[in-house]
C-alpha cells in the first residue's frame, strides 16, 4: 500500500484509496455532532437504529464517507448527493452507492463492530470488512454455497475459520463491486488463490487489505486492461 496526496484530487486510474474510520469515542462524538451534514433519509435511518452501537457505527460510517468524498467533489460534506445505482439483477435502486455529482468518480462503503471503511476509485469498487473474531458458525452454513475452489481451499486449510472468513470478505468485496450484493450466486466465480490478489473469471480485481488488528478487509475494483490496481492508504508510508 503506498500513501495518498491530500485528498482533493481523484484517486487515479487504477487506485484505490481507502479511508479507515475507527469507531472510537472521539469519533463517534464528532459524528453526533457532524450529524447535520447527514440526508434527511440518512438522518431516518439512524434514527431507526435500536442499539446505539449500531446507530454510532452507522454516523460514523456515513459522516466520514461525505467527509472523504466532499475534498475530491470540491463541496462541503452537506452537500454530497449520495445515491444508489440500479441493482443489477432487479433494476431496483438498491445497488452500489453513487455520486450523481461526479459520475467518474466511484465509492464503497463497509461498516463492520468499531470500524467503517470508505473506498474511493475511478472504477466500479467493492470494499468489506470484517471483524476478525466473527463466530465461524455464522459462516459455516454459507460454505456449500461458494464456488468449488473456494470450498477446497477453505477445507484444505490449517485454520479453515480463518480461511473462509478471507474467502468471505473477498466475495462479498466483490459481489458490491458488481453491485448485486449477497443475491448474486456465489457459486459463479471464485477468490481462491493463495497470494494477497487476484483476478476473478469477469475480470474484477480482488485485493486483500490491511484493515488493522481487529478485521480482515478486501476491496475489488474493476481496473482497466493491463493496469495492476493498487491500493492507497492515506497517511501511511510503504510497508507500514
Ligand atoms: C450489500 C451487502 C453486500 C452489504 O453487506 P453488509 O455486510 O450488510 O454491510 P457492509 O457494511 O459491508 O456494507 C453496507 C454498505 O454497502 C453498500 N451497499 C448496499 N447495497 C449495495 C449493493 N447492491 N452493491 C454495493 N454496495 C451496496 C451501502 O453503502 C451500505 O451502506 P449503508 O447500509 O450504510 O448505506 C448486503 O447487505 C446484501 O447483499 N444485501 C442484499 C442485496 C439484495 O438482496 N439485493 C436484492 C437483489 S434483487
Do not use: I
Not at 454455497?145 to 474467502?167: F, G, I, K, N, Q
Not at 458488481?178 to 476473478?200: I, Y
Request: hydrophobic share 45%.
Amino acid at each position: 500500500m503506498t500513501p495518498a496526496g491530500d485528498g482533493t484530487v481523484p484517486p487515479p486510474p487504477g487506485e484505490v484509496r481507502l479511508r479507515r474510520l475507527p469507531v472510537t469515542a472521539d469519533a463517534v462524538a464528532a459524528a453526533r455532532e457532524a450529524s447535520g451534514v447527514l440526508s434527511a433519509q440518512e438522518r431516518e435511518r439512524a434514527a431507526a437504529f435500536r442499539r446505539a452501537a449500531d446507530r454510532d457505527l452507522y454516523l460514523v460510517a456515513h459522516v466520514g464517507l461525505r467527509s472523504v468524498v466532499a475534498p475530491v467533489l470540491g463541496v462541503a460534506p452537506r452537500e454530497v448527493v449520495l445515491g444508489a445505482a440500479p441493482c443489477p439483477s432487479c433494476g431496483e435502486p438498491h445497488g452500489r452507492p453513487v455520486l450523481p455529482q461526479a459520475p467518474g468518480l466511484h465509492v464503497s462503503l463497509s461498516h463492520a463492530a468499531g470500524l467503517a471503511v470508505v473506498a474511493l476509485a475511478a472504477h466500479e469498487v467493492g470494499v468489506d470488512v470484517e471483524p476478525r473474531d466473527r463466530p465461524a458458525a455464522e459462516l459455516e452454513g454459507l460454505l456449500p454455497e461458494l464456488h468449488p475452489d473456494e470450498r477446497r481451499l477453505v477445507v484444505a486449510a490449517t485454520d479453515r475459520s480463518a480461511a473462509l472468513l478471507r474467502v468471505w470478505v473477498r466475495k462479498e468485496a466483490a459481489t458490491k463491486a458488481r453491485g448485486v450484493g449477497l443475491a448474486e450466486p456465489l457459486h459463479e466465480h471464485s477468490t481462491a488463490w493463495a497470494g494477497t490478489r487476484g483476478v476473478a473469471a469477469d475480470g474484477l480485481h480482488v485485493l486483500d487489505v490491511d484493515a488493522g488488528p481487529e478485521h480482515l478487509g478486501a476491496v475489488a475494483v474493476r481496473a482497466p486492461r493491463g493496469v495492476e490496481p493498487t491500493v492507497v492508504v492515506p497517511g501511511r508510508r510503504p510497508g507500514t
